[in-house]
């Protein structure tokens, strides 16, 4: 007995399609002509039809790797198949034997061996398949967006331990000179001048510098780390006040006289007197200007220069700029070293954590200023420039 491809119960939609449409006038027009051509055919084989806008689905455009508009799919049964273009009544009406074979040889498959034919109620319909669809797009989603917390939370672990390594081992020297210079001290005022040499006033304020310089460096890389910790899109508590940059320049310089001594390097400065005021936060600035003027004594080679210069660039902003004439930054990667954790691979080998001159430009676009480096045009090396706003 050959099975009916009419409308019976028993063979009800055993065809699946699906057809995808926007809203353009072309393709509702388009969509028309292929619905008459579906009814005409439907005398022939029962189907079931889902239209789906990809403007409101566009997920199931991107499943599908749909190109057109409207696009026509025989889901079920299956091979499936995909029909797009302009002529796409044509190509139903030559591919529609095709499917009618496919659904006669489902059911020869039903009826085999039972004399009977049945629906199947395990058919995928159109709707399920689009619901499905649409579960496995958002599954693959969110299968792909744990995969980046995880490679993200794994990244922060490794850097957090190499950070508190690094630390570690970058605090120990200057709490042991600041610990050397406080301990003379006390033992010039311990003992008598016969069990101890008298240490002239010149030498006692020397070595209170010295522990006051360690200690300032200890707190610069507490206060790094912990600026750090909290992440970019943390906001920065600013306190701003007027200050004289040019001083606060020169205390930043003084603070490291001893470093650039150890390296013979030649610090020229040009910061005129009668510099306008400027309103911002005193320490984090401070933080700033460090940072700078210590990249620019690391990557000096030894009887290098470094050279500070502050001038009045517009009536809105005073700029600092700190060259030195060290290896440079290559041009490609002068956005990137503002980047947290980013190091130039040159640099992998050398101490530093990748977190100051991101810090950096936290704390200048937290007071509407502008960092940026650029080439030191005279010679070899680079010139970090910054703004901040004057204080009228």
Same mark, same amino acid.
């Given at each position: ?16 399609i ?20 579906? %009814? ?23 499943h ?27 190509q ?16 020869e ?25 649409? %579960? &496995? ?14 490679? %993200? ?15 570690a ?13 406080? %301990? ?14 008298? &240490? ?7 070595? &209170? ?7 300032? &460096?200890?707190?610069?890389l ?52 009668g ?5 911002a ?20 080679p ?41 190091r ?10 990748g ?21 030191n045009?005279?010679q ?13």
């Amino acid at each position: 007995m050959q099975p009916s491809f009419g409308p019976t119960e028993t063979n009800k939609a055993f065809l699946q399609i699906l057809i995808f449409v926007d809203k353009r006038p072309i393709c509702q027009e388009q969509t028309q002509q292929i619905y008459q051509c579906l %009814e005409e055919l439907r005398e022939n084989c029962e189907f079931d039809i889902e239209e789906i806008d990809i403007g409101e689905k566009p997920h199931l455009a991107e499943h599908f790797k749909l190109i057109a508009t409207p696009t026509l799919i025989k889901l079920y049964p299956e091979p499936r198949q995909m029909l797009t273009g302009n002529n796409l009544v044509m190509q139903i009406q030559l591919s529609w034997p095709r499917w009618l074979q496919s659904v006669h040889q489902y059911l020869e498959e039903q009826v085999e061996g039972t004399g009977l034919v049945s629906y199947d109620r395990n058919q995928p319909r159109a709707s399920s398949a689009i619901a499905f669809a649409g %579960e &496995l797009i958002q599954l693959s989603d969110q299968v792909f967006q744990l995969k980046r917390q995880i490679e %993200e939370l794994q990244a922060q672990v490794q850097f957090k331990d190499r950070i508190i390594s690094m630390l570690a081992h970058d605090i120990r020297n200057p709490l042991t000179s600041a610990s050397l210079a406080i %301990e003379t001290l006390e033992l010039s005022q311990n003992f008598d001048e016969q069990s101890l040499p008298r &240490l002239t006033p010149v030498f006692k304020e020397g070595l &209170l510098k010295q522990a006051r310089c360690q200690i300032r &460096l200890i707190d610069r890389l507490i206060t790094d780390i912990l600026d750090a910790a909290r992440g970019e899109n943390a906001e920065l508590q600013i306190q701003p006040q007027k200050i004289k940059l040019g001083e606060l320049c020169k205390e930043v310089i003084d603070e490291l006289t001893d470093r650039l001594v150890i390296k013979s390097l030649q610090l020229g400065t040009d910061i005129p007197h009668g510099l306008p005021v400027v309103y911002a936060d005193p320490e984090k600035i401070r933080q700033v200007i460090v940072n700078l003027l210590d990249n620019a004594i690391k990557y000096t080679p030894n009887h290098g220069k470094i050279h500070i210069a502050i001038l009045e660039r517009t009536t809105q902003k005073i700029q600092v700029t700190i060259t030195d004439n060290g290896p440079g930054i290559p041009v490609l990667e002068r956005d990137a070293v503002f980047e947290d954790h980013f190091r130039l691979q040159r640099d992998h080998s050398l101490a530093g954590y990748g977190l100051g001159l991101a810090l950096c430009r936290r704390i200048i676009n937290a007071h509407f200023g502008k960092i940026w480096v650029e080439d030191n045009h005279n010679q070899q090396g680079s010139s970090f420039h910054f703004t901040l706003p004057i204080y009228r």
